[in-house]
């Protein structure tokens, strides 16, 4: 395994990060911190607490995982999409590596990002509400498992898109209303019977609720089908990923 | 694959999705050590060629081995004793030199070398640049960059795409000496050239590739001594209208309003030129002549010949 090429593509995306901090760290918390502002303090204040955790404090993993997704995806799909752009990946693509090099390098990079993200986002939520983790080793599962799975994502789209406007469609016109309609500030159990049954079809809904259960034991559906859903998520990533660099989809002629 | 042939080619055909064959059976043994120039009109399929030998486009058919390694198979191998210096600026302009040049070493598997790099760099001009961000820098300066880059992982071989495109006269000279230096360390090295003159300058071999065929390749020397054509120019004291017919059989064209007879004929390979007895039978045929002078056809000549002749149309 050539480790060395994993380490620069790692470091060299983490600089990339450094290099515009405000943008890639300072933008989601903030963000995150309105959020707070808004449905937290202002409008869940006149909200009564759902199954026995007030407004609040429900909708932090609802946050996060707005951000974990969001950030994910765009850090990835950037991260490949941009060498591809200027040209600079003939430089990967004629390098000793293997496609699984090139995806732990950056979709590594991208996920790291996302956790940093994410406890950043967490530690903001703290000074904001009184906060508890029932799980903490599930809360760390689901976490890692969905920086790593959706990152995958991102670098798919990544791959897949040839210019800019692509690269933001699935992320914003997908991924985003997904999140929303996923239970991020709600209970599943809150909609009507129709809607909560469409809503059974949103997969963000099964990360949302396992996420949500490792904190407060409250969730819309079983934490094992939670589970099985980020890692089948996971697995048709990584399947795809794997067919794209079989077939050199997108990188060589 | 002959005995010290660092890289053999057989027949290689690369057919693009669209139905453009860029290649067509191509054969090509490059020995250890030399410098070979790939000499061939925009689209011939000399980047196509390099690119594949790099991995970075896939063959239709035929068999890449570097070194004796497959370029598919054994891919690792392949591609970590080579160094590729793209045709294009393509630099992420945000990055510093130094630490662009270091990324490029560790993709190939090679642990940091701050000293190294510091040389590489030094060496080839970029001492002060090398804490510049690359959008600082000028078209000459990135295409040093690309070079340090592509050997930053101290290849044996070397690919160098167009390496003189839209440079400066000053830098092309440099970018000459800099592949002389790496020819003497025994780094291979195979360029791709519209420049007719660099090919002559530095290449040990010259192939010519039209089409997606390779033409010929031929020692450099043997090439202008078997397809070059000396031309001899004989002034004559008056003009003349037509050429004397004890001088017909030369083959004789008249030139500057018939001052000047011009005599085409193969140099080298120890052949009898003709020239004695032609300068004495136009002494015979009462011409008197001013003065003689002999012209060699280039390199380049020779190369639009090639590609012009019908059979290679």
Known sequence: MNIQAIRVIFLNEMRRTRNSILQSVASPVIST???????????????????????GVFIVPGLMMLSLLTQSISNAAFGIFFPKFNGTIYEVMSAPISFVEIVIGY?????????????????????????????????????????????????IIGLWADNFEKLQLIPLLIITPLVFLGGSFYSVDMLPAFWQKVTLFNPVLYLISGFRWSFFEVSDVSVGLSLAMILSFLAACMTLVWFMFKTGYKLRS | MTSDAIISIRNLSKTYENGHQALKSVELDVQRGEILALLG???AGKTT?????????RPSTGTITVDGFDTIKQFRKTREIIGLVPQELTLSVFDKVRDTVAFSRGLFGKPPAPAYIDKLLDDLSLHDKKDAMLMTLSG?????????????????????????AGVDVELRKDMWKLVDGLRQSGVTIILTTHYIEEAEEIADRVGVINNGELLLVEEKRTLMQKLGKKRLMVELAESVTTIPASLQKY??????DGRTLVYTYRAGEGKPTGITRLLSD????????????????????????????????
């Open chain 2, 41 to 43: 009109p925009n689209g």
């Open chain 2, 140 to 164: 000459g300066m990135k295409r040093r960059v690309l070079i340090a880059k592509a050997l930053s992982h101290e290849p044996s071989i070397l690919f160098l795409d167009e390496p003189t």
């Open chain 2, 49 to 57: 060629l390099i690119s594949t030998i790099c991995g970075l486009v």
């Open chain 2, 282 to 313: 136009i002494s015979e045929s009462g011409l008197h002549l001013q003065d003689v002078k002999t012209t060699e056809s280039s390199l380049e000549d020779i190369f639009v010949d090639l590609v012009r002749s019908p059979e290679h149309q």
């Open chain 1, 107 to 155: 979709v590594g990079a991208s996920a790291t990002k996302s956790l940093i993200i994410g406890t950043i986002i967490l530690i903001t939520a703290s000074f904001f509400v009184d906060l508890r983790i029932e799980h903490p080793i599930w809360m760390v599962t689901f976490f890692v498992l969905t920086c790593i799975s959706f990152s995958l994502f991102g670098f």
């Open chain 2, 251 to 256: 083959g004789l064209s008249l030139e500057m």
């Open chain 1, 33 to 55: 911190a309105l959020y707070f502002i808004v449905f937290g303090a202002a409008i869940g204040s006149r909200i009564q607490s759902i199954e026995g955790v007030s407004y």
